[in-house]
């Protein structure tokens, strides 16, 4: 994880050490704060699309306990920065940012996937492809 002169109190992490991150067994909740339109255009394959405008209201259902190890990540517009800020507040004490955004991830050679419910549809069609049929 690495500070960006960004903010003194919000903390950074480069894409690949976000993606080691995420292909190991530690607990994270990687969040996606653009709204939804933004989010389907393309998104890392494991975000959760948490708009920050439902944020708080939403939240402690997708991350109950403060302590969880959170990644924002937004189009590298300051939205994240805010999110972060907003999360702090409410004793979220493990919050870290993608730097450089979505569009970072993908310039370092990362995939985005497009659409809403990829995990939920691509589960769909592995039950399918291997159901036997009688």
């Given at each position: 994880m690495t500070n960006n002169s960004h903010s003194s109190e919000v903390?950074?992490?480069?894409?690949p050490t976000l993606h080691q991150l995420l292909d190991s067994d530690?607990?994270?909740?990687?969040?996606?704060?653009?709204?939804?339109?933004?989010?389907?255009y393309g998104h890392l394959w494991l975000a959760n699309p948490l708009p920050y405008s439902r944020l708080e209201l939403k939240i402690r259902r997708f991350v109950p306990r403060t302590g969880t190890r959170m990644v924002l990540c937004d189009d590298a517009d300051g939205l994240a920065e805010?999110?972060?800020?907003?999360?702090?507040?409410?004793?979220?004490?493990?919050?870290?940012?993608?730097?450089?955004?979505?569009g970072g991830w993908k310039e370092d050679g990362y995939d985005l996937v497009d659409g809403n419910y990829v995990i939920a549809h691509s589960l769909g069609y592995f039950i399918e492809g291997h159901m036997v049929r009688r």
């Open positions: 903390s950074y992490i480069d894409a530690d607990e994270i909740a990687l969040i996606d704060v653009r709204e939804a339109a933004a989010f389907s805010q999110a972060a800020g907003s999360l702090q507040t409410m004793g979220y004490a493990s919050i870290v940012i993608l730097n450089r955004g979505v």
